[in-house]
């Protein structure tokens, strides 16, 4: 798999003179408004949601992220609501959105309470168009594809793999520049010899020219093919190479060593290692030659693999993914410059998604740290794991991963900024859905999350790996994906189209006397750019921290630290000069005629820049500009310096220990150069992997052109100068590829011409002499001094001057197409006082270049915010209303209903009513802990404060049952009885001996020996018992021979007696018998005490019994 990477290179070269001050001519863009409006929400005994509405006007072309924020009011975060700081999205095209909050239930003390919203800042972003995805046949299955300029055309090219078809395939880029449909040669194909998965390009044998390497794992084969292909031929030619490794599946190609030589780094999927082969191949051989293999152990089947400087210590390391570990294994590389053998430290293993297949290496929030990204086949996600290594550090670190969600099965991520807003984006292919997914990066400089928007785009069947490349010379990238299924490659072509150029007012900051050059970079680590200026009269460099928030419209810095230089400072520039993972300061003294280094000692985050006292290093007389680049490619930067007296150029050779607090410099080359020399500048023009030098000569209105001709890391050796015509009085020099060539051409400020010259680089191969075409010139109103950026987005490098004249910028807009220069007429740009230097920047980390002047009229530093996509915010803060609805909870229970009988919402400090209606016969209660009072059938509750409930219940009607009792006996229960309607009740009725009872009232009953059972009482009612003494039936009775008297039943009371007369005839003799007992005296019988009916039986004897005695 090969991994391109895309990132724009902005020269920035200064010189500097004084000149007079004049006017001011601003620059609008469309712009837009984001709106929040206030919301409420009611809230009762379940968490809720409330959505501030965001409403977008104006220009909706682009993609916004809206930074926002809660804060407390009467509503505290964490009781009545979750404070929410965060972001949203609109895409391009968009117009609303909301922000959402939760909403928590509490014990509420009013009807309502609030809290506010604000609106932070917004990160606008150029939304990415694409064509519709193109279809380039290959005519058989596809798997793996790489890219680069096969035949030297100065096009990118295609080389792909078919693993069913053990093909390597080549399609040459024929895209006229600027044409909206790619195009290529006819499918050119050879035999692998093998099943190739993976391919890459790369200049093994530095020829300058790419070469292709392929893999086949089920072979164990690792194939280089050396290009041999013309320059500018249509048929492609390559000599084999076969070389054996077990079970290569990913490749990949970087200098381990610094030898400036390719080495090959293989994934062993068998053995679960890498598999280093340091390159020991002489440039322009024919074949290859390396030192033997060496394996290094990763997790299990790795399957994807890049390089990158984890740890800012120049060497680039391994970064390894491990399908089936769910892991990647990071290898920190410890191979000594120049050695023959490679040496790594045991792996890191830092956890991912599940099954990853695919990993790149980004710097997704700007810190200067390759983070990295990985597509998680399993579970179709990606993750992305922020770099928190320290610069040097023995082992690396990550923050924990943060995974986003992708397509179905993703199979390779890889980054590109496709929308050239200067943040770096990924490309996700989805194979089961047959997309591409394009996440733009958001993400704010220094940021410990990483953000992004979304969008998906068609391609063909099943694809396997996706690619950013600008195939038509527009500066735009374009997409391409291999297809498995479909046997073809998609083309997607850029259609991005940037919003109009716009910059907000200057914004100044005093500096010290004379203001000269001018750089940024992020001295104390924090991931945003500081300014770097130089004061003349006060012999100072100044620093100016920046604190500016991300996206703000207003710029702010610390203030400014100097430091001491020598003799009348002229022009700054700021590299790593000691590789410590620290820009340091070198700074030239046009009186001193040296150059200052001064090491940079300021603590990470720190508000207070700190640096080391200058070392001063002698150059020519006059040294007037300044640049850094690596010369002799020992991977250590060196220091140019125009020098205006000595007419010549100065190289200063670091010799600076790594991380040594002092630097040191070899004694300086002198290059002659032409009259007066004022600027330099240094780029690799002939595509030799050489830096060469470009100085512009004042007096002359020339350039020279040294072209590199240094073998050794040791002196530097220069071809003769070239000397070339432009201007009158060049004072500024800067590089860039301006008609999308691929090709470094050169700018030059002519400041008595009123002109900017283009010269285009016309170098006809890589490593041939550099050739220079013949000036073109355009209006740049008397520029003094001149930089290169891609201002618009347009992914066109633009050309921005500094006019002392007019106190000016101007902006040229690159409006190239098809390979034709061309510039659009200079748009000017108020700024301070007579500018001398100018610069860009990224002030406020919003993704877009801005721009910086020193002003040697005013004193000051002017610093000009790119506004081309300008939101403004209205309505914040907005305010969220908290309604508290609290719950009154009804039930009922049998016999009636309430009504409403479910939870009813009720707002705080009201009341609320509910019907109560019973059953007939029946009556309700109601209880419960509202409060409140039952009126009818109508229970109005109290004022409520709180959740509560209203309970009823129902209970027949009772009636009262009044008992009572006579004298001589009594009733139980005798007390007052409630019974409920329809029923019936008992007393028990206990007379006094010898009384009966009975019972009477209103109740009505029956009483069956001594218990009495009402009827169904429906009224109140009463149960009277009374007693009457009994009477008892005395029955006489009477024999033959006498009488009694009287002779008739008696009734007797209770209790009493009686007496009869008893006769008895003469010569009789009574005899009294019978129940009642009693005694006779002489006539009378008196009876004992009745208690029952009795007889009294009186029969007669005469007084002569049988026995012959007489009675007495």
């Known amino acids: 798999m090969n991994i391109i990477h895309f990132l724009r290179g902005v020269p920035r070269r200064f010189a500097a003179f004084v000149f007079g001050i004049c006017a001011t001519l601003p ?72 922000i959402p909050v939760t909403i928590t239930p509490s014990a509420p003390t009013s009807a309502s309470n609030s809290f506010k919203m604000l609106l932070d800042s917004t990160i606008n972003l150029i939304a990415p168009g694409f064509a519709a995805h193109v279809e380039t046949s290959l005519g058989f299955d596809v798997y793996a594809l790489s890219t680069a300029d096969l035949n030297g055309d100065g096009k990118p090219d295609l080389a792909i793999v078919s693993y069913g078809s053990d093909k390597v395939s080549f399609l040459l880029n024929t895209t006229p520049a600027g044409a909206a449909t790619p195009s290529f040669g006819a499918v050119q194909s050879i035999n692998a010899g093998c099943a190739p998965q993976s391919i890459i390009t790369a200049d093994i044998n530095g020829d300058g020219k790419p070469d292709v390497v392929f893999a086949c794992p089920f072979d164990n084969k690792v194939t280089l093919l ?39 780094i293989v994934t062993d999927t068998n053995n679960y290692q890498v598999v280093v082969m340091l390159n020991s191949t002489t440039v322009d051989a024919s074949s290859a030659s390396f030192f ?80 990295l990204a990985v597509a998680n086949y399993g579970s179709s996600t990606f993750s992305i794991l922020l770099n928190t290594t320290t610069t040097g550090a023995a082992i690396p670190s990550f923050a924990p991963q943060q995974i986003f969600p992708t397509g179905s099965h993703p199979t390779s991520i890889v980054s590109a900024d496709v929308n050239s807003d200067g943040k770096t984006d990924l490309l996700v292919t989805n194979s089961f859905d047959n997309t591409l997914s394009v996440f733009s990066n958001y993400t704010a400089i220094g940021s410990s999350t990483a953000g992004f928007t979304i969008n998906l785009y068609a391609t063909g069947f099943s694809p396997q790996s996706g690619f950013a490349i600008d195939l038509n010379a527009d500066g735009r990238l374009d997409l391409l994906t291999v297809n498995a299924s479909g046997g073809d490659v998609s083309v997607l072509m850029n259609t991005t189209v940037p919003p109009a150029l716009s910059f907000a007012s200057m914004q100044n900051l005093g500096t010290g006397g004379y203001t000269n050059g001018v750089t940024s970079a992020d001295i104390n680590g924090d991931g945003k750019l500081d300014l770097i200026e130089v004061d003349r009269s006060d012999n100072t460099v100044s620093v100016f921290i920046n604190t500016t928030p991300a996206g ?135 595509g030799d992997g050489k830096s060469d030098i470009v100085v512009t000569n004042k007096d002359d209105g020339t350039v020279s052109v040294f072209q590199n001709t240094t073998t050794v890391a040791t002196t530097p050796t220069f071809a003769a100068q070239q000397i070339l015509s432009v201007g009158s009085q060049p004072y500024s020099v800067a590089i860039a590829d301006f008609n999308g060539d691929g090709k470094r051409d050169v700018v030059v400020a002519n400041y008595a011409s009123s002109t900017v010259s283009i010269l285009l680089n016309t170098t006809t191969a890589p490593g041939a002499t550099v050739s220079l075409a013949a000036q073109q010139t355009f209006d740049g109103g008397n520029p003094y001094a001149v930089t290169t950026a891609d201002i618009n987005g347009d ?58 002047s020193t002003n040697g009229g005013s004193n000051s530093l002017s610093i000009l915010l790119n506004s081309q996509i300008l939101t403004n915010l209205a309505g914040s803060p907005a305010t969220g209303t908290i309604v508290h609805d609290l719950i009154v909870t009804p039930s009922a229970g049998e016999n009636g209903s309430i009504s409403q009988s479910s939870p009813q919402t009720v707002a705080y400090g009201t009341s609320t009513s509910f019907t109560v209606t019973p059953l007939p016969n029946y009556v309700a209660t109601v209880v419960g802990t509202c409060g409140g009072t039952l009126l009818g059938t109508t229970y109005t509750t109290a004022a409520i404060t709180a959740n509560c409930t209203v309970i009823a219940s129902f209970a027949a009607v009772t009636h009262i049952v009044m008992p009572s009792a006579d004298a001589h006996g009594s009733i139980s229960p005798n007390m007052a009885q409630n019974i409920d309607h329809g029923s ?35 009224t109140d009612c009463s149960v009277v018992a009374s ?28 209790g009493a007696t009686t007496s009869f007369m008893v006769t008895p005839n003469a010569g009789f003799i009574v005899i009294v018998g019978g129940t009642c007992g009693g005694t006779l005296v002489d006539s009378t019988y008196t009876t004992n005490t009745i208690t029952a009916n009795c007889t009294v039986a009186v029969t007669f004897s005469d007084r002569i019994f049988a026995d012959g005695f007489e009675q007495p």
């Open 27 to 98: 620059a609008f863009a469309d712009s837009s408004t984001l709106t929040i409006s206030a919301a409420s929400v009611h809230v009762d005994n379940a968490p809720t949601t409330l959505y501030f509405p965001i409403t977008r006007s104006g220009d909706i072309s682009y993609d916004t992220v809206l930074n926002y924020h809660t804060v407390d009011g009467s509503a505290m975060a964490g009781i009545d609501y979750t404070a929410n700081t965060g972001s949203v999205s609109l895409l391009s095209g968009s117009s609303s959105a909301s």
């Open 226 to 264: 050396m290009n041999t292909t013309a320059t500018g031929a249509s048929t492609t030619s390559f000599a084999t190479q076969v070389f054996t490794v077990a079970g290569p599946s990913s490749l990949k190609a970087t200098d381990l060593n610094g030898d400036n030589k390719l080495d090959l």
């Open 292 to 371: 033997g293999t060496q394996a290094f152990a990763t997790g299990m089947v790795p399957d994807a693999i890049t390089s990158t400087d984890i740890n800012g210590d120049g060497k680039p390391d391994l970064v390894v993914s491990n399908r089936l570990s769910n892991s990647l294994s990071v290898l920190l590389n410890t191979t000594a410059n120049g050695a023959a053998t490679a040496s790594f430290a045991a792996q890191q293993v830092f956890a991912t998604g599940t099954n990853p297949v695919w990993v790149s290496a980004i710097d997704i929030n700007g810190d200067g740290k390759p983070d």
């Open 552 to 686: 703000s419209a207003t710029t702010s810095y610390a203030p400014r630290r100097t430091f001491a230089t020598s003799s009348l400072p002229w022009a700054v520039a700021v590299a790593d000069l000691n590789g410590d993972g620290k820009p340091d300061i070198a700074v030239a003294n046009f009186f001193g005629s040296s150059v200052s280094v001064l090491t940079n000692q300021t603590a990470t985050g720190a508000t207070t820049a700190s640096f080391s006292a200058q070392a001063t290093f002698n150059t020519g007389s006059s040294p007037i500009s300044i640049a850094i680049t690596d010369i002799n490619g020992d991977g250590k930067l060196d220091i140019l310096v125009a020098d205006a007296g000595a007419n010549d150029v100065a190289v200063l050779r670091n010799t600076t220990t790594t991380g040594a607090a002092t630097p040191s410099f070899a004694a300086y080359l002198s290059l002659p150069a032409g009259g007066a020399p004022s600027a330099v500048a240094s780029a690799d023009l002939n």
């Open 795 to 852: 992914g066109k490098p633009d050309v921005i001057v500094a006019v002392p004249g007019n106190s000016t910028a101007a902006v040229l807009l690159n409006t190239s197409a098809s390979g034709t220069l061309n510039f659009a007429s200079p748009m000017y740009l108020s700024i301070g006082g007579s500018p001398t230097a100018i610069a860009t920047t990224d002030a406020n980390s919003d993704g877009r270049v801005d721009i910086v």
């Open 984 to 1018: 019936t009740t008992m007393f028990t009725i206990m007379p006094d001996t010898g009384y009966s009872a009975s019972v009477s009232g209103t109740c009505g009953g029956t009483l069956v020996d001594a218990t009495y059972t009402t009827n169904a009482i429906t």
């Open 1027 to 1054: 007693f009457t003494l009994k009477s008892y039936l005395v029955t006489p009775s009477v024999g033959d021979y006498g009488s009694i008297s009287p002779d008739t039943p008696q009734n007797i009371d209770y």
